[in-house]
């Protein structure tokens, strides 16, 4: 089994063929899917896609590129979108001091109430950082020595300080598409070294396609040639690497089944 612990299936690149990309993913033996908050305007969007195909999950999130879009934002709004039975993380949120398509005032502000809404609730947060490191490691460890909370840095493409602060809080790391670039060797360096217990594998579908798909739109799918890559760095057969992923997935996301998560994920 492989799970695609990040994608955005609700964006407008899978309108015309959705049920072909399902496909394609079930054949190439993907079993759950996280479709990844990005503002709530497609919350319903998300939700819907979730009712129709049983083994797709949702988070509630906005992404630091929409900061400006909901300036009044609380963790209790988070909180009662979450309470959804197939919500079961909270973000995508974090930091882009890359694009910086909103004052980083405003991102931080954000990121401030995803962590409050991760913290009260219990589910994961999922953390998008780009070029932002010295702010995501601060705001992140002020709020966790108030109260700890769970989660994931998706689509990990930052320093080894970073990746061993995120490990040190507990967090999980997930190896995309990049994984595979060919200019991408400090990236791959980092995974050779992350726990076991630690690792995820995402597509961050329609973006980062992986080699050999690279410029193609991405899909749920080619996550597994990221986990094929990752198998081969880490010396391990793929079969045990796509178990590893998909318990790591179903130990971090402890909402994935309304059954229990055990008996959802061995199925």
């Avoid at 497609?42 to 590129?65: C, M, N, T």
């Avoid at 209790?76 to 993380?89: T, Y």
């Avoid at 050999?212 to 010396?235: C, I, M, W």
């Avoid at 793929?238 to 059954?259: G, H, W």
Wanted: glycine content about 4%; overall charge negative.
């Amino acid at each position: 089994m492989l799970v695609d612990s990040h994608c955005h299936l609700d964006f407008d690149d899978f309108e015309d063929d959705m049920d072909d990309v399902i496909v394609r993913a079930r054949d190439c033996g993907v079993s759950l899917i996280l479709n990844a908050g990005n503002n709530l305007k497609e919350l319903d969007d998300q939700l819907a896609l979730s009712e129709k195909y049983p083994f797709i999950y949702a988070a509630v999130g906005v992404h630091p590129h929409n900061a400006l879009e909901y300036p009044d934002l609380t963790a209790e709004d988070l909180i009662a979108k979450a309470s959804h039975p197939k919500i079961i993380g909270i973000g995508e949120t974090g930091l882009d001091y890359y694009y910086d398509y909103a004052p980083r005032e405003a991102q931080i502000k954000l990121l401030r109430e995803h962590i409050r809404a991760a913290q009260e609730t219990g589910l994961p947060l999922i953390i998008h950082n780009r070029d932002s490191d010295e702010d995501m490691m601060s705001v992140l460890d002020e709020a966790y020595r108030k109260k700890t909370f769970s989660g994931v840095i998706h689509c990990f493409s930052s320093s080894r300080q970073f990746a061993d602060f995120a490990l040190s809080i507990g967090f999980y790391l997930s190896a995309s598409g990049i994984i595979t670039f060919n200019k991408s060797g400090d990236i791959r360096a980092i995974f050779e070294t992350v726990p076991l217990d630690r690792l995820l594998v995402e597509t961050d579908a329609p973006f980062l396609a992986p080699i050999p798909q690279r410029g193609h739109r991405n899909e749920p799918s080619f996550v597994r040639y990221t986990a094929e890559k990752l198998a081969q760095l880490r010396d391990i057969p793929f079969d045990q690497m796509a178990q590893i992923t998909s318990d790591n997935f179903c130990n971090l996301f402890r909402k994935a089944s309304d059954k229990g998560r055990r008996e959802y994920c061995q199925k």
